[in-house]
């Protein structure tokens, strides 16, 4: 009796026991559920286009506007891969990202712009943020439509152009003719006062020399206002011109290397190109302190390269590299649908890179 006493005992303890632990079983599954149901409804209602991604590039989870600003139902996307709706020439970048921020995710940055083609065929510009999700392989992306915003900031550089072309056409077409006016007359003034007052002769002269001196300062702020014209040799002359200019000005080599003739008849292009070079041999001299500068214009099976390398001091963390100089360049790369790299050498130096489709014009906008 004693033992089937301590047995009935042991069998209300066990049930009492399992029946506290089917409670906290029941108390953390609504906790799960509670949480699941927290997260599920922050992520559909993010305010922004969210999606999470598997490690074989698979979307395996997407809020519902990811699908408005797409167009695609959740069934064309969920299981299938984010490369079937980039954009062709931002996926190999895209796919490095992908690979490189499983590796560690430091070695890919965490925002960045790509373009999505949207449904009906559209190319729509994308501003992301993406993290991987702590002990996965998933990562969770953050996508904002900055479509709208592109094209105001082409509209508005495309104006600046504009103006900055119309005055550089003004200087030289205006101001410098009227300059020019004011030489001829200064000199035939100079050559009549030769017999009648020697001294003021050389006056009227050293004006002479004073108006040929603003007419080439004129010529030289137009040059530099408006560079590129719509000839077939526009950017090439241009860019031997900078070199030339640039070793007069600051006394060190800077060489233009061209093999053979790269044809870019579309002014805007080569006018955004030009300044690239400008401003990347501007920060060469002014902060890299170089001496030798090379500027290379190549062409390879219709993919171009504009290189400017050089032999200063280089920079430290090309990663953090800023200033309103270089956000200029990446915009303007940017607006030629062109990829800017600046890479900073081993031996010392830096090396900036602009390589775009030929046959591309300013990168395409959709509004």
Not at 35 to 58: M, Q
Not at 232 to 238: A, I, M, Q, R, V
Not at 301 to 324: E, H, Y
Request: aromatic share 6%; charged share 25%.
């Amino acid at each position: 009796m004693k033992d089937e006493y301590k047995t009935k005992q042991q069998l209300i303890a066990e049930l009492a026991e399992l029946r506290a632990r089917t409670q906290r079983y029941l108390q953390i599954e609504a906790e799960l559920t509670h949480s699941e149901n927290f997260y599920r409804t922050l992520f559909e209602n993010s305010g922004t286009a969210t999606i999470v991604i598997e490690e074989d590039t698979t979307v395996s989870m997407i809020n519902s506007d990811f699908a408005n600003f797409t167009g695609y139902d959740r069934d064309e996307i969920i299981g299938r891969s984010w490369t079937l709706y980039v954009a062709d020439d931002d996926i190999p970048r895209l796919l490095e990202y992908h690979r490189k921020r499983r590796l560690d995710p430091v070695l890919a940055p965490r925002n960045y712009e790509f373009k999505i083609r949207n449904k009906d065929g559209g190319l729509l510009h994308i501003y992301m943020t993406i993290a991987m999700i702590p002990g996965t392989k998933q990562s969770i992306a953050s996508m904002v439509d900055i479509t709208a915003l592109k094209q105001l900031e082409k509209e508005v550089l495309d104006i600046s152009e504009r103006e900055r072309q119309k005055i550089g056409y003004e200087l030289h077409d205006d101001l410098g003719q009227h300059l020019i006016g004011i030489d001829v007359m200064t000199k035939v003034l100079g050559n009549r006062l030769q017999e009648l007052s020697p001294d003021e002769a050389r006056y009227a002269l050293e004006i002479n020399h004073l108006v040929k001196e603003a007419i080439e300062k004129t010529r030289r702020l137009a040059r530099g206002l408006c560079p590129v014209h719509l000839t077939s040799l526009g950017l090439e002359s241009s860019l031997e011109e900078l070199a030339a200019t640039t070793s007069g000005i600051f006394s060190i080599s800077c060489t233009f290397d061209c093999p053979r003739h790269i044809p870019i008849r579309d002014n805007t292009l080569a006018t955004h190109l030009y300044y690239i070079a400008k401003e990347s041999i501007h920060n060469a001299i002014e902060h890299g302190h170089a001496s030798r500068i090379t500027i290379e214009l190549l062409d390879s099976s219709g993919t171009v390269s504009l290189s400017i390398m050089d032999n200063g001091v280089g920079i430290k963390d090309t990663s953090k590299a800023s200033g309103i100089g270089l956000r200029i360049m990446n915009y303007r790369a940017r607006m030629i649908g062109a990829m800017l790299r600046i890479e900073s050498e081993p031996g010392g130096g830096t090396l900036v890179t602009c390589t775009f489709n030929r046959e591309r014009k300013s990168a395409d906008v959709h509004t």
